[in-house]
């Protein structure tokens, strides 16, 4: 199966539950872009991989056009009804369908560990911005140790079959620079995971949850120095971490 049928199958299981999932619709990093991308009046907003729209639904009003993207046609169905004002497109995050210099700001959430060429992806959010315009990136890390980057990838891959690659904060330094991205603002965070939910999501058999944990109270000592896990009876959460970008467009692509 291609990467792209992956991804259609699994997130037209229940796209409902990413417009309710806590991870997605919460958290520090949808304030972190709020904070560094204000539209003003005019702008044009691309939100790649919009899942459940959480990212996009920040910069509606102000009479700003919002372009809602999502490979998945089940996702953009639930993410344009809870919010009727953006635009929605379904598209491969390889081949933006947008001529060069059409957005003011481009965004991407907690997606392109799933992207099977995420220095093609973030040329193409270079190219679709307009000079001077801005790309707001957050997505999973792993640790700069390939031993533990392995083994957290295939932990996730477990899990979700559409998971293709969690990479570096150099990684990600890397895909910017080359993309002729400025970066103007950076940070890291960590996310706590609580784990039946998380498994729930992507509806993992029973074995592979099993499996699962077992990766997680056994891991090597550097991984679960990365993950942290904690448990409390049946009850088991795990730590990931995730980078977050602002970058300027500083040159034509």
């Known amino acids: 199966m291609s990467d792209t049928k992956k991804v259609q199958e699994q997130f037209s299981k229940d796209p409902g539950g990413y417009v309710t999932s806590e991870v997605h619709a ?23 991989a919009t899942g459940g729209g959480h990212t996009a639904r920040l910069f509606t009003g102000r009479s700003v056009v919002v372009v809602a993207g999502d490979l998945t046609h089940a996702m953009l169905r639930a993410a344009v009804s809870h919010a009727a004002d953006l635009l929605p497109c379904q598209h491969d995050s390889h081949a933006l ?24 992806f973030v040329q193409e959010a270079a190219r679709v911005l307009k000079p001077d315009g801005v790309f707001g990136l957050v997505d999973n890390i792993v640790s700069g140790e390939p ?13 979700d079959p559409s998971h293709h690659e969690a990479y570096t904060l150099d990684d990600w330094l890397t895909f910017f620079f080359r993309a002729g991205l400025a970066v103007e603002a950076q940070a890291t965070l960590q996310k706590r995971i609580e784990f039946e939910p998380w498994v729930a999501r992507m509806q993992v058999s029973p074995a592979d949850q099993d499996r699962l944990r077992a990766l997680l109270l056994q891991a090597p000592t550097a991984a679960r120095d990365w993950l942290k896990p904690e448990q409390a009876g049946r009850q088991i959460s795990f730590q990931l971490s995730e980078v977050l970008l602002l970058g300027r467009k500083t040159s034509p692509h």
């Open 26 to 48: 919460a958290g520090d990093s949808l304030a972190w872009l709020a904070a560094h991308i204000q539209p003003e009046g005019g702008w044009r907003v691309l939100d790649v």
């Open 97 to 120: 369908p947008f001529a060069a210099g059409t957005f003011d700001a481009v965004t991407c959430r907690i997606a392109p560990h799933h992207f099977r060429d995420v220095a093609l």
């Open 147 to 159: 031993a533990v980057g392995r083994y957290i990838n295939a932990f996730e891959a477990l899990r």
